[in-house]
């Protein structure tokens, strides 16, 4: 089941200008995370954000959380080449079918950023 | 320090035939995880184990078995591989509980 779903699923810009991903979720979560991952390469944790911060910057991301709508932004400002990658949201929640809380994943935005 | 390492990055199987996916991480964590990554769904948890000694089922168990070797390996074992099995699979470690996870390079399987 997936917990949290992103949009847009693809996203082109070119260089220079900012890149929106935004992540919605259905249950209540006690902390949501943005990872990268580029082509045929492993994750990279970006940032974590608690259910009770309502936003957080780290360099050129700014990651907001809206708990009463069960969402999440990440922005990329100034975007480069270099980050052309795909973005995933993660979410802490119960996991019905465990009995226990998981991380679970989004299905991604593939971010395309033009030189 | 490597971080997580995977080994082997590639693998082709027949159907039938078992392998060991093995997974060590140098950063002295508690908690590791098992991925696979399909395309167009995502990341979803195998198996996990919170601390040396305990292992749990994920969201997708069937057909997997695990081992906690000690505090640094975390392997992941196809008994009788299917060709439902063809994935990208991806080990993770953190410090402890769901935050901040560092994943290894994958393993790419392909089962014929």
């Known amino acids: 089941s997936q917990q949290g779903e992103e949009d847009p699923q693809a996203l082109s810009i070119q260089e220079g200008e900012n890149a929106t991903m935004n992540c919605s979720y259905k249950?209540?979560?006690?902390?949501l995370q943005w990872y990268r991952q580029n082509s045929g390469r492993g994750l990279v944790h970006l940032i974590l954000?608690?259910?009770?911060?309502r936003e957080k910057h780290s360099g050129r991301l700014r990651v907001t959380l809206d708990t009463s709508k069960k969402s999440s932004s990440l922005l990329i400002t100034a975007s480069r080449a270099a980050d052309t990658a795909s973005y995933f949201c993660a979410t802490d929640a119960l996991y019905s079918g465990a009995g226990s809380y998981q991380l679970t994943f989004g299905k991604g935005t593939k971010l395309s950023v033009i030189p | 320090n490597a971080g997580v390492t995977q080994t082997p990055k590639f693998q082709v199987l027949k159907t039938g035939q078992s392998m060991t996916l093995q997974c060590a991480q140098d950063m002295n964590h508690n908690s590791m995880y098992w991925y696979r990554q399909d395309p167009g769904m995502g990341l979803r948890l195998i198996y996990y184990s919170a601390s040396e000694g305990t292992t749990d089922k994920g969201e997708v168990p069937n057909g997997y078995n695990v081992s906690r070797l000690n505090k640094r390996e975390f392997s992941l074992r196809l008994e009788s591989a299917a060709p439902s099995q063809t994935s990208v699979y991806f080990c993770?470690?953190?410090?402890?509980?769901?935050?901040?996870?560092?994943f290894g390079p994958g393993t790419r399987l392909t089962v014929t």
């Open positions: 249950t209540s979560i006690n902390n």
């Open positions: 954000i608690r259910s009770n911060e």
């Open positions: 993770a470690s953190s410090p402890q509980g769901w935050d901040e996870q560092y």
